[in-house]
């Protein structure tokens, strides 16, 4: 499975962005996705997931109500929609594959990872 994450930018506080990521392999749907995201010096930190069939997700404290993950199966993508963003989210945002099919928030599970995609909130 190859991750591939694009939307990040710049925005400010109070804004909305969108962060898309397409997946190849043709498992997608066996799959739960997550987002993570990393500031510099910190560990990286789990957001949200979703599981395979999409019916189950489970958001971060800090962006619960805020943020909403999605996945389109038959696109093979996985979607986060972040609104009234903070700069605490600030961060290079990840999106993650695992190979089995309920919600996973630990990061360790994760089998495969994207390359990131970086995301600046302005005050």
């Known amino acids: 499975v190859q991750l591939q994450a694009s939307g990040g930018g710049l925005v400010q506080a109070g804004g909305s962005l969108r962060l898309s990521c397409v997946a190849s392999?043709?498992?997608?749907?066996?799959?739960?996705m997550g987002w993570f995201r990393q500031v510099p010096g910190k560990e990286r930190e789990f957001v949200a997931t979703?599981?395979?069939?999409?019916?189950?997700?489970v958001y971060a404290d800090s962006v619960k109500g805020r943020f909403t993950i999605s996945r389109d199966n038959a696109k093979n993508t996985v979607d986060l929609q972040m609104n009234s963003l903070k700069p605490e989210d600030t961060a290079v945002y990840y999106c993650?594959?695992?190979?089995?099919?309920?919600?996973?928030?630990?990061?360790?599970?994760?089998?495969?990872w994207g390359q990131g995609t970086l995301v600046t909130v302005s005050s």
């Open positions: 993650a594959a695992a190979n089995r099919g309920w919600t996973v928030v630990e990061l360790s599970y994760y089998d495969y």
């Open positions: 392999g043709r498992t997608f749907s066996r799959n739960a």
């Open positions: 979703i599981s395979g069939s999409g019916g189950s997700t």
